[in-house]
């Protein structure tokens, strides 16, 4: 019998450099994409797939992030007293549950593996999902939910796979496929930011995964890789061959809010999504003068 996935970790200890001087004092996971922080997103992506207990992994500065996982009974109090009931829902009703949130340091910074190392006593010995909050995606089924759909059939690991264009591998974790039925791919390796010429595919992974606890084996090594750091794709790559590996091309878009222009992309997407918005702001990028 497949066990459910009930844990995600959330590596948020980076300091955000790409973003200074606007994470010089706030946590990049907190800017927000319209009205609602990147790290929300991702709690309610996880929310939607079944999560019941979300692991953060922080580091110093994170306070605000912490903070935003808590009741503030002075706001509520406020807004109670004047009757905003859209507002209360709005800072209220995705919050996870009293002792549904775990919080443990990354004290250095060495990397997305190491920061996954970090949660091995939270996890325990069960299957668990990571997304990081960098990466947004839109979709009608949020994307671990799809994930968590064909996984249970699957079993073992599985992550979001995208084409990229060859001369990006070097950018990405890329698979090395078995057998691919244009959905799903098998992978028998993968590989951290290959040239292109040496790349064994151009399916790259996204900040979406479901773990098999066995990669704690070998995370718990701490061997170096790619850039100095002990790299997630190399121990996830030790696994295979003794549990099913898989990459699942999601339905969705993604956008990588980690980078400058990404984020500002999403902005854009995001608020013509919105019905309350979306024809205001439609005029509004209409009247700019380029």
Not at 247 to 268: H, I, P, S, T
């Amino acid at each position: 019998m497949v066990r459910r996935v009930r844990k995600a970790v959330f590596p948020v200890g980076g300091m955000g450099t790409r973003f200074l001087p606007a994470t010089k004092a706030m946590p990049k996971e907190m800017l927000p994409v319209v009205d609602k922080p990147l790290i929300q997103y991702a709690v309610e992506e996880a929310q939607a797939a079944g999560i019941e207990h979300f692991i953060f992994v922080t580091g110093r500065g994170k306070g605000a992030l912490e903070d935003h996982f808590d009741h503030a009974p002075q706001l509520e109090r406020l807004l109670l007293e004047r009757r905003k009931t859209k507002e209360i829902e709005a800072v209220t009703s995705w919050m996870p549950k009293s002792g549904q949130v775990s919080y443990t340091r990354q004290q250095e910074p060495l990397g997305l593996g190491h920061a996954v190392w970090c949660a091995r006593d939270l996890v325990g010995d069960e299957p668990f999902a990571v997304l990081l909050p960098d990466d947004l995606v839109r979709a009608r089924v949020p994307c671990l939910r799809q994930m968590v759909d064909v996984w249970v059939e699957t079993g073992g690991s599985m992550v979001a796979v995208m084409d990229v264009p060859r001369e990006h591998t070097k950018r990405y974790g890329i698979l090395d496929v078995e057998k691919d039925d244009g959905r799903l791919a098998r992978a028998k390796g993968l590989v951290e930011k290959p040239e292109p010429e040496v790349a064994p595919s151009t399916l790259s992974i996204i900040g979406r995964y479901i773990l098999h606890p066995k990669v704690f084996d070998y995370l718990e090594l701490q061997q170096r890789g790619a850039g100095g750091e002990v790299q997630l794709t190399d121990a996830m790559a030790k696994t295979i061959g003794q549990v099913p590996f898989h990459g699942l091309r999601f339905e969705g878009q993604r956008f990588d809010c980690g980078d400058k222009v990404g984020f500002l992309a999403a902005n854009v997407v995001y608020g013509l999504d919105r019905p309350d918005l979306a024809d205001d702001f439609r005029e509004a990028l209409k009247s700019i003068d380029i």
